[in-house]
T-cell receptor, first 116, second 108 residues
Framework: GAVVSQHPSRVICKSGTSVKIECRSL??????MFWYRQFPKQSLMLMAT?????????EQGVEKDKFLINHASLTLSTLTVTSAHPEDSSFYIC????????????FGQGTRLTVV | GQNIDQPTEMTATEGAIVQINCTYQ??????LFWYQQHAGEAPTFLSY????GLEEKGRFSSFLSRSKGYSYLLLKELQMKDSASYLC?????????FGAGTTVTVRA
């Protein structure tokens, strides 16, 4: 099956620093990747849609200057949380939509970010 | 906004059957997914319905009625490892909109 690798799985950073999370599709190409955030005991909330070679589309209420998304190739999208604060601590999950399909996107393992 | 409702919690006994309902009122519809998510892990795909009716896959079945904006996930022969959160998600275009999830606890 299609595999999406997300790295790192866990990261602890100091308040005010930036953290980069990578999302890679290992055995397929993805022009579209999605970034979600999930707070404890809540569901996944879509943050942004990442499109290869173009700017990401952010959902309402998500600060694009704080959550920088780069999708430079068909197999890699990155999310950078800039100037992180404790309230950014969350579970971040990516998913990738294989080229040529319009339905099932495959999820990465998730990244647990803790800002201290 | 999109409205996707499912019960918060359900408890059942090992070996029993549990049905998780999901109702939705959305601005579009391109299909409905069910995912299983264990704490601290990413969701794993269970089923996808785009046409009305029942889809059966082993111990798990999923049903969809588009006219009623309704779906359910049926888990049979419950096992302890089925204790998890189950997420209903509606595909809108190519984006998924998730319900809040139903936490299922399986007791011996």
């Amino acid at each position: 099956g299609a595999v999406v690798s997300q790295h790192p799985s866990r990261v602890i950073c100091k308040s005010g620093t930036s953290v980069k999370i990578e999302c890679r599709s290992l055995d397929f190409q993805a022009t579209t990747m999605f970034w979600y955030r999930q707070f404890p005991k809540q569901s996944l909330m879509l943050m942004a849609t990442s499109n290869e070679g173009s700017k990401a589309t952010y959902e309402q209420g998500v600060e694009k200057d704080k959550f920088l998304i780069n999708h430079a190739s068909l197999t890699l999208s990155t999310l950078t949380v800039t100037s992180a604060h404790p309230e950014d601590s969350s579970f971040y999950i990516c998913s990738a939509l294989p080229v040529g399909t319009g339905t099932e996107a495959f999820f990465g393992q998730g990244t647990r970010l803790t800002v201290v | 906004g999109q409205n996707i409702d499912q019960p918060t919690e359900m408890t059942a006994t090992e070996g029993a059957i549990v049905q998780i309902n999901c109702t939705y009122q959305t601005s579009g519809f391109n299909g409905l997914f069910w995912y299983q998510q264990h704490a601290g892990e990413a969701p794993t795909f269970l089923s996808y319905n785009v046409l009305d009716g029942l889809e059966e896959k082993g111990r798990f079945s999923s049903f969809l009625s588009r006219s009623k904006g309704y779906s359910y996930l049926l888990l049979k022969e419950l096992q302890m490892k089925d204790s998890a959160s189950y997420l209903c998600a509606v595909l809108l275009g190519y984006k998924l909109s998730f319900g809040a999830g139903t936490t299922v606890t399986v007791r011996a």
